[in-house]
């Protein structure tokens, strides 16, 4: 089965959404699919240098190859002429591709240039018909909807949602869609690192429960509700110390409004700032933390949860955290609604009683290692293009 992977870039920086594209790739390779990921050089906003990268040749890696093209004309959209060059002479050698993200140029053009070329496409929209999501720039995604992406999705042979809540919430705009509810997989880098030498590299105090922030710095996260939570805890003298680990590279005037909300406060000696972190050090934060803390107004899917749940932390997340059903379920954490109060209350829970914030962390891991393993996620999405491809042949 030769598959496409589409999507406007794979650099760390732009989070989840983009880094999963690597984590798919290779569990599809490793259950014997032939892979190709087509995406840009783009690393951040138009003042960040591009990736330094081999262009429009194939790059292998993990068992599949990625493509990579540089972004002109609109670098700041992720776009790339190139790429849809190479997408409409090469088409006819796949037998799917799979789309990642709506409401971007690279990602809308190519649904339209697979429907011109007979390939059955996958889209996938990363959260972008979300009613909430579709709120920013409203008028201009009401036009774009309407002249690009209804006909992507009315030609879609699916559409590829994360969680349950966000297949019932997306907005179709009147388009009848063949919905598939898969999730996403986690897998974190290995590491050496003691707890001891994370908390020590970092400046994070020994013997106070560690409550984690580790996603990118986003107003969508719920900032506004955390930091005046924690500074009740401050007042409830509930011991804590919190790392804010996350950047912006597209919005670094967010990224330094959202670190000021807790450096120039009295929380200023009970935070640390990480930055962004990667590799084996965030592997090692993550399993230094006691609590691990998202009060998203929405989320797709809420990779950053998954992961914290694959290193066996306990999760407080809002009730938009698209898979805070399942979070629920498997007593993987405390769940509460976007509000400061439910906030404080279920993070007050958590910090005061540190066995039961343990034995829910073991909860997570064997919930994320059955549900969000990669090769799990591959069997489930492999079937699912087989059963796609099976339709197209019949038509």
């Not at 690009?148 to 969680?163: I, K, Q, W």
Request: with cysteine; aromatic share 8%.
């Amino acid at each position: 089965m030769r598959i496409l992977q589409i999507v406007p870039s794979i650099s760390l920086v732009y989070g989840g959404p983009s880094q999963m594209i690597r984590g798919l790739a290779a569990a599809l390779a490793a259950a014997g699919a032939e892979v190709t990921v087509l995406t840009t050089d783009s690393n951040g906003d138009t003042g960040q240098p591009p990736l330094e990268v081999p262009l429009d040749r194939p790059v292998a890696q993990d068992g599949y190859q990625i493509r990579y093209f540089r972004c002109s004309p609109f670098r700041r959209y992720k776009f790339s002429l190139e790429l849809l060059r190479w997408l409409a002479t090469h088409a006819a050698e796949f037998d799917l591709a799979h789309i990642h993200a709506l409401f971007s140029p690279v990602s809308t053009i190519a649904a339209r240039v697979c429907r011109h070329q007979g390939l059955p496409y996958i889209l996938r929209p990363l959260g972008t018909l979300d009613p909430a999501d579709l709120r920013k720039k409203r008028r201009l995604k009401q036009v774009y909807a309407a002249l690009l992406e209804r006909p992507n999705l009315a030609g879609a042979a699916a559409v590829h949602f994360t969680s349950a809540q966000e297949c019932r919430i997306s907005e179709r705009f009147g388009v009848q869609t063949h919905d598939r509810i898969i999730p996403l997989g986690v897998s974190l880098p290995p590491t050496t690192l003691e707890s001891a030498a994370v908390k020590a590299k970092l400046g994070i105090p020994e013997g106070v429960p560690l409550v984690l922030f580790m996603s990118r710095l986003d107003p969508k996260k719920g900032f506004d509700l955390l930091q005046p939570a924690l500074l009740q805890l401050l007042d409830q003298a509930v011991p804590f110390h919190f790392v804010l680990a996350g950047s912006n590279p597209q919005d670094p005037t967010y990224e330094a409004q959202v670190e000021a909300m807790f450096t120039t406060s009295p929380l200023a000696p009970h935070t640390t700032i990480a930055g962004f972190v990667s590799g084996e050090l965030k592997t090692g934060l993550l399993q230094a933390a006691d609590l691990f803390v998202l009060p998203s107004y929405y989320e797709n899917f809420g990779i950053a949860v998954a992961e914290a749940m694959a290193a066996g932390v306990p999760v407080v997340i809002s009730d938009q955290v698209h898979i805070w059903e399942e979070v629920q379920q498997a007593e993987a954490g405390w769940v509460c609604p976007c509000a400061v109060d439910p906030l404080v209350e279920q993070l007050r829970a958590a910090l005061q009683d540190l066995p039961e914030c343990r034995r829910r962390g073991q909860q997570a891991r064997t919930y994320a290692l059955e549900h969000y393993s990669w090769p799990a996620i591959a069997r489930k999405m492999l079937q699912t293009y087989q059963e796609i491809l099976n339709q197209h042949t019949s038509h």
